[in-house]
């Protein structure tokens, strides 16, 4: 069974910082990954998406690949308190149509 | 460009019930996907909808069933409610088939057994 791992925190972080949320998945033969921001309360939303090795910028996001070792984060530069939600990384089921989420990392950026 | 939306925003129901919600995608869209996100766990995936046809669905009861209508627009039926179904339901949206398709969430709608 495919699985998606992250590191539940709280990661707390001070305003300005860089935050970095880390996420390993299970399946070697995953091609497509995506990171989500769910603010309490409310719904996902879809931040950034990753399907090749290596870094992608969108902004003040980062997300980092490494198919190797199976492993997949983002980076949040200048972090605001209102970046402060909880990061869900998800990972393409293949064939079957779904995302697999993990359980998502809280983060807590104080001003 | 409207997003997927979802009705209604909360459902209280009792045990036994049926409950139902409906799902619009958005605009183009023609993959609709139902999770469940109940208190203290992650995104459960339920159901996948594309092309008016049921792709996939994921380890729940039968008593989880839903469709999709020509329009592309979904409804998620659950019978004989538990106590347990107590969850926010979310609807998402893709372009085309495949899980390599960015999904985009509705608000969901947060349903309640009493």
């Known amino acids: 069974q495919k699985e998606v791992e992250q590191n539940s925190g709280p990661l707390s972080v001070p305003e300005g910082a860089i935050a970095s949320l880390n996420c390993t998945y299970s399946d070697r033969g995953s091609q497509s990954f995506f990171w989500y921001r769910q603010y309490s309360g409310k719904s996902p939303e879809l931040i950034m998406f990753?399907?090749?090795?290596g870094d992608k910028e969108d902004g003040r996001f980062t997300a980092q690949l490494n198919k190797a070792s199976q492993y997949v984060s983002l980076l949040i530069r200048d972090s605001q308190p209102s970046d402060s939600a909880t990061y869900l990384c998800a990972v393409e089921g293949g064939s079957q149509g779904n995302l697999i989420f993990g359980k998502g990392t809280k983060l807590s950026v104080k001003p | 460009e409207a997003g997927v939306t979802q009705s209604p925003t909360h459902l209280i129901k009792t045990r036994g019930q049926q409950a139902t919600l409906r799902c619009s995608p958005i605009?183009?869209?023609?993959?609709v996907y139902w999770y469940q996100q109940a208190l203290g766990l992650g995104l459960q995936f339920l159901l996948w909808y594309d092309e008016g046809e049921e792709r996939n669905r994921g380890n729940f009861p039968p008593r989880f069933s839903g469709r999709q209508f020509p329009n592309y627009s979904s409804e998620l039926n659950v019978n004989a409610l538990e106590l347990e179904d107590s969850a926010l339901y979310l609807c998402?949206?893709?372009w085309g088939t495949g899980s390599n398709q960015p999904q985009h969430f509705g608000d969901g709608t947060r349903l309640s057994i009493l």
């Open positions: 605009s183009g869209h023609t993959s």
């Open positions: 998402a949206s893709s």
């Open positions: 990753i399907y090749s090795n």
